[in-house]
């Protein structure tokens, strides 16, 4: 179940990751008419979620992680660098997928509780996890299409 699981989240992360190659610097700036989020700080928060999934329903104690757009709960206008950005997130798929392959048959059965989403088991919450980059995947792609 495990590996289909990784393949299963890896395909549907390419709607962001396909993404990523496209973006220039100039774009991270940018956004819908009337919306708060730039096109930055989506990938930022794409990357702070993953970390959060990695170390608080996955279990990795060792990240220390700094959600920093989920502290702020808005757009503070500061991911502007897109190298850095680039690297966060590979940073946080990477750490999330290492943590995710150690997971057992039983582990995907197995009962977490956050304050965002309640008690889910851990494959109903790696759903969450598969809906929220594709989400905020869509927005990227509007933003970079329509966004000024």
Same mark, same amino acid.
């Given at each position: 179940?495990?590996?289909?699981? %990784? #393949?299963?989240? %890896?395909?549907?992360?390419? $709607?962001?990751?396909? !993404? !990523? ?22 990938? $930022?928060? %794409?990357?702070?979620?993953?970390? !959060?999934?990695?170390?608080?329903? =996955? ?15 808005? #757009? ?7 190298? +850095? ?7 946080? =798929?990477?750490?999330?997928? @290492? ?11 197995? +009962? %977490? ?23 905020? @995947? ?11």
């Amino acid at each position: 179940m495990t590996t289909q699981l %990784i #393949d299963l989240w %890896i395909e549907a992360r390419t $709607r962001f990751s396909n !993404l !990523l190659p496209s973006i220039d610097e100039k774009d991270l700036i940018k956004k819908l008419p009337n919306t708060p989020n730039s096109t930055g700080f989506l990938i $930022r928060h %794409i990357g702070d979620v993953e970390f !959060l999934f990695a170390k608080n329903v =996955f279990g990795e104690a060792s990240l220390k992680v700094s959600a920093k757009t989920v502290i702020a709960q808005k #757009d503070t206008g500061e991911w502007t660098d897109l190298q +850095s950005l680039i690297q966060y997130q590979q940073d946080s =798929f990477e750490a999330l997928k @290492a943590i995710v392959e150690k997971q057992t048959e039983a582990d995907w059965n197995t +009962s %977490i509780s956050t304050k965002e989403f309640g008690t889910k088991t851990k494959a109903q919450a790696f759903g969450r996890i598969i809906s929220h980059t594709t989400y905020h @995947a869509g927005q990227l792609a509007m933003i970079l299409k329509y966004g000024g």
